[in-house]
């Protein structure tokens, strides 16, 4: 019999607080891999063009992992987006439903490729989660993933001299692709032949199946 993918402790810890944080989710040879990839290409939608990154993204690992924190039986893979240092801003909060152009947004990996010990959130309260992986006793970070809920409020730090990070959103079909002038990417799916408001493609976005 299959090993279930989570213990029943860690979904009920997810469901209650709407995240959760795995360490080496990972391997350091995968993080060195699509890292050197996306210091090369950065950007959207990186999965498309490494097939290694797509079997990743699919796999029981991470597809099946949204699938059971979901509790749905079937999910689309949304996008992926490398967030490179210059991307964070102090003071910028909001949730990832608010950020990327795809309407049905359930969860977001956020993982952390480079090696280095944890990023710590400020010392003063701030409303909103820190978006990076925390790990344990100031444990190395690389490969670890902090899985959000997409209403989640994050709040994004000032980190424009230190880490990237590395996102992959899974929703709910069926999506919709929507205009957002806070996407980074907003336009990118017309050259697939979108227009605002279509539903996503299994062709484009291939689903994932219990």
């Not at 790990?135 to 902090?146: E, F, I, K, P, V």
């Not at 994050?154 to 692709?177: E, H, M, R």
């Not at 002038?181 to 408001?197: I, M, S, V």
Request: hydrophobic share 40%; net charge positive; aromatic share 10%.
């Amino acid at each position: 019999m299959m090993q279930p993918i989570l213990s029943a402790q860690l979904a009920s810890f997810y469901t209650k607080n709407r995240y959760l944080e795995l360490e080496e989710l990972l391997t350091p040879a995968e993080c060195k891999a699509f890292f050197a990839m996306m210091e090369t290409e950065p950007g959207r939608d990186l999965w498309r063009k490494n097939p290694s990154l797509k079997d990743l993204l699919l796999s029981r690992r991470m597809a099946k992992l949204a699938l059971h924190l979901a509790g749905k039986a079937t999910l689309q893979l949304a996008c992926d987006q490398w967030f490179s240092p210059d991307f964070f801003k102090a003071g910028k909060r909001m949730k990832f439903k608010e950020l990327f152009n795809i309407q049905g947004i359930d969860c977001v990996f956020l993982i952390q490729l480079q090696p280095g010990s944890t990023l710590k959130p400020p010392k003063a309260p701030s409303l909103g989660l820190f978006p990076f992986p925390q790990g344990h006793n100031n444990s190395d970070c690389q490969g670890s993933a902090l899985i959000v809920n997409a209403d989640l409020l994050i709040s994004w730090p000032d980190l424009s001299s230190s880490l990237g990070l590395y996102a992959v959103a899974y929703s709910l079909p069926p999506s919709i692709y929507v205009q957002n002038l806070l996407d980074p990417a907003t336009h990118l799916l017309k050259q697939f032949g979108y227009n605002y408001g279509d539903l996503l493609k299994n062709e484009t976005h291939p689903l994932i199946t219990r």
